[in-house]
C-alpha cells in the first residue's frame, strides 16, 4: 500500500491567490482528517469526513478555508484568498472507521508559505 | 471537549538513559491512548498506543502506562539512542477517530 498521499509536497503562493491541497487517504480506510501543523499551535484538526461526510469543520479557521471529499479515494482542502499566517504544513490522514483502537496514518504534508 | 496536556515541552538526555513523556487528558470517557514519533521534516507515525482497558504495554524499548484514575499516560523509552531524537506527541481518542493531540515534546539524545 502506497499510504496516504498528499500533493503538492511543497507550494509557495502569494498573498491572496487560492491554494488548493489533496490527498489520497488509504484504500478501504473510510475515515479522512485534515490537520494544520505550527510551532506556536502544534497539530491543529480543521476538519474530519466518515464516509465521505463531513462531520466536524469546527477546526476550519474561517469561510476562507473549505474541504471536500467528493469520494472515497479522494479529499481536497482550498483556502481562497490565502493570507501569510496560513502558512504552515498540512498533513492529512485516514483510519478505518471500526471504533475505538486504531491510529491514524499520515501523509507526507504539505508544507504552504504564503508571501 | 477533550484536553490533552502533555510535559515536558523539551527533554535533553544522554545516551543510554531513559526519558519520560507525561500526559494527561480531560475526558474520562477516552478510551484510545496513541503516541507519535515526527522527525524533522517528516510526517507522525504511530510508534506506540494502548487501550483503556490495559495498564501498560511495551515495545522494545518502549512502553506506555496508563493510569485512568488519575487520567494520565506516560511514554518511557528506555537506552535512548541518537536516533531516538524527534517530537513525540500524545493524544486520546473516545471515539477511535477523532484524536486530541499534546502539544508535543522535543526529545534530543546527546551522543
Known amino acids: 500500500d502506497a499510504g496516504v498521499i498528499q500533493s503538492p509536497r511543497h507550494e509557495v503562493t502569494e498573498m491572496g491567490q487560492e491554494v488548493t491541497l489533496r490527498c489520497k487517504p488509504i484504500s478501504g480506510h473510510n475515515s479522512l482528517f485534515w490537520y494544520r501543523q505550527t510551532m506556536m499551535r502544534g497539530l491543529e484538526l480543521l476538519i474530519y469526513?466518515?464516509?465521505?461526510?463531513?462531520?466536524?469543520d469546527s477546526g476550519m479557521p474561517e469561510d476562507r478555508f473549505s474541504a471536500k471529499m467528493p469520494n472515497a479515494s479522494f479529499s481536497t482542502l482550498k483556502i481562497q484568498p490565502s493570507e501569510p499566517r496560513d502558512s504552515a504544513v498540512y498533513f492529512c490522514?485516514?483510519?478505518?472507521?471500526?471504533?475505538?483502537?486504531?491510529?491514524?496514518?499520515f501523509g507526507s504534508g504539505t508544507r504552504l508559505t504564503v508571501v | 471537549g477533550e484536553n490533552v496536556e502533555q510535559h515536558p515541552s523539551t527533554l535533553s538526555v544522554q545516551e543510554g538513559d531513559s526519558a519520560v513523556i507525561k500526559c494527561t487528558y480531560s475526558d474520562s470517557a477516552s478510551n484510545y491512548f496513541p503516541w507519535y514519533k515526527q522527525e524533522l521534516g517528516k510526517r507522525p507515525q504511530l510508534i506506540i498506543d494502548i487501550r483503556s482497558n490495559v495498564g501498560e504495554k511495551k515495545d522494545q524499548r518502549i512502553a506506555v502506562t496508563l493510569n485512568k484514575t488519575a487520567k494520565h499516560f506516560s511514554l518511557h523509552i528506555t537506552e535512548t539512542q541518537p536516533e531516538d531524537s524527534a517530537v513525540y506527541f500524545c493524544a486520546a481518542s473516545k471515539t477511535g477517530n477523532q484524536f486530541y493531540f499534546g502539544t508535543g515534546t522535543s526529545l534530543t539524545v546527546i551522543p
Open positions: 490522514a485516514s483510519t478505518p472507521f471500526q471504533g475505538a483502537g486504531y491510529g491514524y496514518t
Open positions: 469526513f466518515n464516509n465521505n461526510v463531513p462531520i466536524d
